[in-house]
């Protein structure tokens, strides 16, 4: 088992990923961020993550098309969605598809650390974060 | 904290649907122990709880004080239950509560008129038209509360997310609408997450403010989003500062709430901040 949990950050908003970063960093996790869909879905095809954590409305290729494509790679990766527009029809599809988790925007550090705790202990990971 | 909410009309074994679907999935039914619980907590009988849910309001009785103190708490225990608990709400009260919350599966179950007309000329033993003549007051009395207290139509489909007439089903067998629930129960997208919990919350905790300010503000409107509250007034003035200070005190001490604002009128607050005004759901 490995020491870490590779994550993936994904989000338009370079304010999310460079307050997320440090936040993830802390509880244990090796974190890549991305602000452009496309190259993360490059950087996906190259390495499988433990867990994926991205925005859904965003320019390109949105949170959804991501999540389908992560599905078509590995079903092991944990997709967490964060999403400023959330509505009951968007939370059942990215549900739907195979999200692990999604929450509404703004939130606190603390919500997102205990949904990738979660996540961490789904793939047996449960020792090595903490929130 | 899993939910299915069956709402149904008479004769069309809602009741008996709704509790083999608790039975299969492990979860508690619920119906009238929502009244029962209201009831208890305001020390008032029991029938006077139910002919809130069950008499749509006259014009004079829609805005008497008893029927809204009634009404805030059954929606109270209602999304306490539903927050606590995984249940299948057997009711005419649970739907409306809980729209937009993304892991509760809303149910109608329907029947053909005429097997129900048929059915209430067996029950009651009257004629055809009498039969018919009950079963269009009562269609007719559910359609009024909805409108009257929720402004919606309860029998409009779109407001579900599985509309089931067992009319098309076996005569005796309800099992066909069962494993049609509890198979739609399981799909993924029915599935609790952060922020379909987070809706729930923000549900319960809405309904307990109103139940806390009721007797003074009967007339309030409460939403919330993660601790933070939006109450709005008709009849509160923003420039009566004292009061609308005492209001935010109260609200402060109930569990959970970390900041509070005070608006007058919804809409007229939306026209304003966002400039259109809201189009309801119905």
Known sequence: MK???????VDDETIVLQRLKPALTKIGCTVETFGDAKEALRRIDEKVFDIVVTDIMMADVNGIELLEYIQKKSNRT????????ATEALAREAMGKGAFDIIAKPFRPDDLRNMIARAAAALGFKEKIRV | MNVITISTDRYTKGKEIAESVAQKMGYKCVSREVILSTAEALGVPEMKVMRTIKDPPTILKMFSRDRKRYMAYIRSVVADYMLEHDIVYHGLVGNPIIRGVSHVLKVRIIANLEDRIRLEMERENVSEEKARQIIANMDEQK??????????????PALYDLVINVGHMGADDNQDAVDTIVNTAGHKKYQQNTYSINCMKNIALSCRIEVALIDEYPGIEVVCDKGNVCVYSKTLKRKNQKQVLALKQEIMKIEGVEHVEVFGEKERYNECTLGFRPKLES
């Open chain 2, 143 to 156: 359609r009024k509360w909805g409108k009257a207290v929720y402004g919606i139509d309860i029998t409009n």
């Open chain 1, 78 to 85: 944990k997709v967490i969605m964060i999403t400023g527009y």
């Open chain 1, 3 to 9: 020491e870490k949990l590779d994550l993936l950050l």
